[in-house]
């Protein structure tokens, strides 16, 4: 961005683009097999601008981002949709229970519910910095994940928040997505420092952070 322009210029500038963003991600999700490359191309291009700061002309990278990720995100799309599908079909199941074994069973849903939602907020920024797949980009995310943990909770909490405000204010769902990747990038490049040495080799993320 010209930073010699009007700040008034600027912020339109910073607007257009996650709005532009945003609406690349809505048009590359209306598939449900790309929802996940479309996702991990709006992170890839989110953490461009957190290296060279946010810039309206983004196609090229999220587009070669999304065709790099398309294949090599299959299985991960393919073990989110099966784990998603298996707690939807015991969350139908729940009220067929009755007493404390109903407590008891919600209980232990919902933490398998927290753990899966968690694992996914260190998925999304590690497939972008990283070299992880398969099992063991789910092993590093879940590490990540215990280790960061306030890191990881503060990113839950601004989603349940922004969930709030596009409940409320429809309208913001306008940018409210990638703006949200952008502040999770922002919060997950100062946590992972707090990783292990041995970590951030393994994923190769070394002088990316260190």
């Not at 299985?75 to 784990?83: A, H, K, R």
Request: charged fraction near 10%; hydrophobic fraction near 60%.
């Amino acid at each position: 961005m010209n930073q010699s322009e009007p700040i008034f210029f600027r912020v339109l500038n910073v607007i257009a683009a996650f709005i532009t963003l945003q609406l690349f991600w809505f048009f590359f999700s209306l598939g449900i097999i790309t929802v996940i490359p479309a996702t991990i191309a709006m992170y890839a291009v989110v953490l461009e601008w957190s290296k060279n700061g946010i810039e309206l002309g983004i196609w090229k990278t999220f587009f070669h981002s999304f065709k790099y990720y398309f294949r090599r995100t299959l299985f991960l799309g393919l073990y989110v949709g099966g784990i998603t599908f298996i707690l939807a079909l015991n969350a139908s199941i729940l009220p067929a229970l009755t007493g404390s074994h109903q407590l008891f069973m919600q209980a232990v849903w919902l933490f398998a519910v927290s753990i899966f939602l968690f694992t996914l907020l260190s998925i999304m920024p590690l497939v972008v910095t990283s070299h992880l797949k398969g099992l063991k980009l789910w092993k590093h995310a879940w590490i990540a994940t215990f280790t960061i943990l306030p890191d990881i909770l503060l990113v839950g909490s601004i989603a349940v928040v922004f969930a709030a405000v596009s409940l409320y204010i429809p309208v913001a769902l306008v940018a409210l997505i990638s703006l949200f990747a952008f502040i999770h990038m922002n919060i997950w490049q100062r946590a992972v420092k707090k990783l292990p040495q041995d970590f951030l080799d393994q994923c190769l993320l070394k002088y990316r952070y260190r």
